[in-house]
Structures are given as structure tokens and as C-alpha cells.
Nanobody, 120 residues
Framework: QVQLVESGGGLVQTGGSLRLSCTASGYIFRVDAMAWYRQAPGKQRDLVARIKDDGTTDYAAAVKGRFTISRDNGENTAYLQMNDLKPEDTAVYSC??????????????WGRGTQVTVSS
């Protein structure tokens, strides 16, 4: 089975930085994309950043210029470098993986999330 584990969340002050990591384990035939989502209490889950297999990326407008997504293909690990953090960035950040599984079917996997809290 494929599992995703996030790390790197924490409490920071406005303007601070954090680097989130997401490591996928288990058999993955081919990765289609890895992404970071976030969800604050009472809010919907929103896409923060995505990186496709070809290396192309996209970001939510609210984080452009501040966040950077990257991926280590060999280790199936995704990173989210977050700079100039703001209180509105406070949320649970979850890692998402879309990949072909061992049966040749596209599947979506989620990590359990890591809390990011930004104080003013």
C-alpha cells in the first residue's frame, strides 16, 4: 500500500519560514503529480501548489511569490518551501499524490496532514 507522511509544520511568526516535506512509501509504478493542499477550520480544502511529472508547477494566487514546490523523484518526496508566512496561511497542510498503482490504475493518495500556525 502507498502511504504519504508529511512533516515540517509548526508555529511561526508572521514573516517567518517553514519547509514541509512529504515522503511517499510503497510501490508506485509512475507518479503523475504531487501537490499540497490546505484546509483551515470552517473552510474548504484548497490547492496550494502542484508539481507534475514533467516538472511544471502551479500555485494558488494567495501564495505565488512566497511558496515553492519541488520534488525529489528518486525518493518520491515533495517539498513546500514557505516564506513570508502570514496569519491567513494557518491551516492543516496535506500532501496529495496521483499515481499509477501496481494494477495500472490511476489512484489518489493523501497524507494525514501537518499543522501550520502563523501568529501575528
Amino acid at each position: 500500500q502507498v502511504q504519504l507522511v508529511e512533516s515540517g509544520g509548526g508555529l511561526v511568526q508572521t514573516g517567518g519560514s517553514l519547509r514541509l516535506s512529504c515522503t511517499a512509501s510503497g510501490y508506485i509504478f509512475r507518479v503523475d503529480a504531487m501537490a499540497w493542499y490546505r484546509q483551515a477550520p470552517g473552510k474548504q480544502r484548497d490547492l496550494v501548489a502542484r508539481i507534475k511529472d514533467d516538472g511544471t508547477t502551479d500555485y494558488a494566487a494567495a501564495v505565488k511569490g512566497r511558496f515553492t514546490i519541488s520534488r525529489d523523484n528518486g525518493e518520491n518526496t515533495a517539498y513546500l518551501q514557505m516564506n513570508d508566512l502570514k496569519p491567513e496561511d494557518t491551516a492543516v497542510y496535506s500532501c496529495n499524490l496521483k499515481a499509477l498503482n501496481s494494477r495500472g490504475m490511476m489512484a489518489t493518495y493523501w497524507g494525514r496532514g501537518t499543522q501550520v500556525t502563523v501568529s501575528s
